[in-house]
């Protein structure tokens, strides 16, 4: 064991959630314009499943992000 | 120009050829946000500036895309029920002219006179629930993994509220006196009864 100080963590706030949260909204916008160019049943399929989830999943980083941001604001 | 009445027409499917085309440049802007957004240094995307081209990127944009996916999506699915070989026995029936049965009466009169699959089974909730979505991805399994089951059954009971929303209200559905009686009266209207306990068969029971 060592005293030597523990430098402090960087505090990068909500910035993984936002980048995580675009990254998903990317795949969810990707499926809709495959959907829309080729309008299968199984490309509409495909996007109201993983386009959708993965657009929804981007709102939850997303609003998490925004709480994030506003808990270290001292907002909430 | 477009056979149906040109570029501007109102009719349906050109609203969804404007519509879907309104996606893609939904979807294009997005991508180019967050594109924009993605490629900047981590640190900028909690500044004040970058918090509003998220909430456009991540939120505004996407979700109008989103909606738009739906909307162009659950309009030509209500034409695809044809477009899989599973349904074939019971489409022939429906356009069979010799058929007696509801779903052939229905075609034959023109009582339906478009999207004739999709009107009576909105119980599968296209729209895009929850539910919807797992019964979209257990039929895209069944077709290209699984296999298609050799005696395919409705997923659950035909919902009366179905044919009451055009039968219920009708003077000839008012005049028999079985729908008045105040015995099945309320066993109608509550789904314990179905109308397929007097009525005809809607479809063949099995495929032939």
Redesign the interface.
Known sequence: MTDAPVPPRED????GW??A???L??V???F??I???W?T??L??????V???A?GL??VL?AIAIVI?LKRQKVL | MHADGGLFSGSTENVMRWLAGAGILLGLSAGAVLLFVLVRKPEWRITAAAKWTLLVGVFVLPSMTMLTGNVVGFHNTKQSCLQCHTMDPWVSDMKDPKSKTLAALHFQNRWIPDDQCYTCHTGYGLAGNVEAKMGGLSHVVHYYITGVPPVIHIHKPFAVATCLHCHGESMKYQKIDQHADPEMKPKILSGEMSCFECHASPHPRKKS
């Open positions: 990068r706030g909500p910035v936002v980048t949260a675009c990254y909204a990317f969810g916008i990707g809709s314009l959907h829309f160019l309008p049943p199984l509409f399929s495909l996007f109201m499943i386009g959708q989830g657009f981007a709102m997303y941001d």
